[in-house]
C-alpha cells in the first residue's frame, strides 16, 4: 500500500546524485549536533525520488532546525517563528507540482506555531513536516519547550519544570493526522526510509526526529537511543509483522484487554502468535495511538511508521473545487465577467 510518487511533480531526465543537494553554504551547527545526520539522510533521500531538483523546496520557522533551506541545494523559505506550516501550505496550494519540506523543531511548531501546526495536519497538505524534538529551545540558549519532560533544570526552570509537556504523536493523530512517523538521529538509514516513505505519502506527513541538543539537552533521549538501552527500549514497527524487541527478539507487545502490555517469548506459554501485528494502514487510530504513547521504562518507544492512511490532501481538493467551478462558469475571461450581470452605459 506504498503509494508511487505524486504525478503532478515533474521527474528529472537525468540521474540526480546526492552531490546534487549539498549545498556550499558552511553548515554551522555545533559539532555532535543530530542535525548533521538529519541533513545527511535528506540529500540521500531526495536524489532517491526522481523529481527535478528546481521542484524541491524547504521551508522553515525559526530555531536551530530552521536553518535547514540554507544547507541544502535547493530552493528554500526561511520563514518567521511559528508559521512555516502556512508558508508551506499556502506554496502547495499555489504551486502543486512542488515537493515541499518542512523543517521545524519543537518549540518552533508546537508553542508559537501550534495553530497552524494542527490545522495543516487537520486539512491534510500534502507536505512532508519534519519535526526536529530535542525538548529544548537550542537557538535561544536552553529554555524549556512545549516537549521538555516535567522536572527538567533548564535556563527558564531552574528548580525543575512544571508543565505536561505534549507528545507529538497525540497531536498530529488527534489533529486526524494521516500519517505519522517517529525515528531517532542516530540511524541514518533509518531516517531515509521512513523519510522516503513520508514523501510518498499523499497528505501531511510528520516525522517525528528524536533529535540531540549536545549543548543543552545532551542524552535527552539516551534512554532510547543509547547503545546499552535501545535493544530494549526501542521497538521497531514493520507493517504487518509482529511487535518484537530485545537484543535476542525474545520480548514482544500483546495486546490484553484493551491495554497492551510486554511479555517474553516462552514465558507462561506465550508464542509469537500472541503478539500485536502492526497495522500502519488502519483508519482506526486506537491502537496505533497506544503504539504511540509508550515510553521506556514500562514499554519500548515504538520507532517507525506508526500511521499511514489515505485520504483526499487538501490542495488537490481545491484543484478540483476550481476546476469543477470553471467547468460550469460561463465566464470565461475578464471581459464576461466585465459584462456580466447588471450593466450600465453611461453617456
Request: hydrophobic share 40%; aromatic share 8%; proline share 5%.
Amino acid at each position: 500500500m506504498i503509494q508511487t510518487s505524486d504525478e503532478r511533480i515533474p521527474h528529472s531526465d537525468t540521474g540526480l546524485t546526492r552531490t546534487d543537494f549539498v549545498s556550499d553554504q558552511m553548515v554551522k551547527w555545533c559539532p555532535g549536533c543530530g542535525n548533521h545526520a538529519i541533513l545527511n539522510a535528506i540529500t540521500q533521500v531526495f536524489p532517491k525520488l526522481g523529481y527535478r531538483k528546481e521542484n524541491f523546496v524547504v521551508v522553515s520557522g525559526i530555531g536551530c532546525s530552521s536553518r535547514f533551506p540554507y544547507y541544502v541545494d535547493t530552493y528554500g523559505f526561511h520563514g518567521i517563528h511559528g508559521r512555516a506550516a502556512a508558508i508551506a501550505s499556502g506554496m502547495k496550494i499555489a504551486n502543486p507540482s512542488l515537493s515541499v519540506w518542512m523543517a521545524t523543531g519543537d518549540g518552533d511548531s508546537m508553542a508559537i506555531g501550534g495553530n497552524h501546526f494542527i490545522h495543516t495536519i487537520r486539512r491534510n497538505m500534502d507536505i512532508v513536516i519534519m519535526l526536529f524534538n530535542n525538548q529544548i529551545y537550542g537557538l535561544t540558549k536552553g529554555q524549556f519547550s512545549p516537549t521538555t519532560p516535567v522536572g527538567t533544570i533548564t535556563k527558564t526552570s531552574p528548580y525543575g519544570t512544571l508543565e505536561a509537556p505534549f507528545k507529538p504523536a497525540d497531536l498530529v493523530i488527534g489533529a486526524q493526522g494521516t500519517f505519522f512517523a517517529r525515528v531517532a538521529d542516530t540511524n541514518t538509514k533509518m531516517m531515509t526510509d521512513i523519510m522516503e516513505e513520508a514523501a510518498l505519502h499523499r497528505g501531511t506527513a510528520v516525522v517525528e526526529i528524536l533529535q540531540n541538543c549536545i549543548i543543552y539537552a545532551d542524552k535527552i533521549h539516551a534512554m532510547v537511543t543509547g547503545k546499552e538501552f535501545r535493544d530494549d527500549n526501542q521497538v521497531y514497527l514493520k507493517h504487518g509483522e509482529p511487535l518484537l524487541f530485545g537484543k535476542d527478539k525474545t520480548k514482544g507487545i500483546r495486546l490484553n484487554r484493551c491495554r497492551l502490555e510486554v511479555v517474553e517469548l516462552g514465558k507462561d506459554g506465550v508464542t509469537i502468535d500472541d503478539l500485536l501485528v502492526h497495522d500502519q494502514y488502519d483508519p482506526d487510530p486506537t491502537l496505533q495511538m497506544l503504539l504511540a504513547k509508550m515510553t521506556p521504562p514500562d514499554f519500548p518507544m515504538a520507532i517507525g511508521v506508526i500511521r499511514s492512511t489515505k485520504a483526499q490532501p487538501f490542495d488537490r481538493l481545491v484543484e478540483e473545487q476550481i476546476d469543477a467551478q470553471k467547468a460550469q462558469s460561463p465566464i470565461r475571461c475578464v471581459d464576461d465577467m466585465l459584462n456580466s450581470g447588471d450593466v450600465f452605459e453611461l453617456n
